[in-house]
Nanobody, 127 residues
Framework: QVQLVESGGGLVQAGGSLRLSCAAS????????MGWFRQAPGKEREFVAS????????YYADSVGGRSTLSRDNAKKMVYLQMISLKPEDTAVYYC????????????????????WGPGNQVAVSS
């Protein structure tokens, strides 16, 4: 079991930056691939980024690639999503997710790879 709680969202001006954090509890954190997804009003939840169990590999959606950095600290059971050059289209509720099963990398861009989800954290980017 893994419990997740996101923090760090809020209102940001376009062009600004923020860092989202995900705090995890449970014994198996380091055995989970961690991911971030987001859901804008009226839209499907979409993949943002994922990070391997060791933190050595990351994978980003095209929409945030080059503007985002995902990292994790297994000792602290934390995941961090740093985003810069924010755009109004980044406005969404951001969700942290954990997945313990083994898949190919591309599957971690889909919701089915993740068993545990945080409650979500709102990010609003004003133009």
């Amino acid at each position: 079991q893994v419990q997740l709680v996101e923090s760090g969202g809020g209102l940001v001006q376009a062009g600004g930056s923020l860092r989202l954090s995900c705090a995890a509890s449970g014994r198996t954190f380091s055995s989970n691939v961690m991911g971030w997804f987001r859901q804008a009003p009226g839209k499907e939840r979409e993949f943002v980024a994922s990070i391997s169990r060791s933190g050595g590999s990351t994978y980003y959606a095209d929409s945030v690639g080059g503007r985002s950095t995902l990292s994790r600290d297994n000792a602290k059971k934390m995941v961090y999503l740093q985003m810069i050059s924010l755009k109004p289209e980044d406005t969404a509720v951001y969700y942290c997710a954990a997945g313990g099963a083994v898949y190919t990398v591309s599957i971690y861009a889909t919701r089915r790879a993740y068993s545990y989800w945080g409650p979500g954290n709102q990010v609003a980017v004003s133009s």
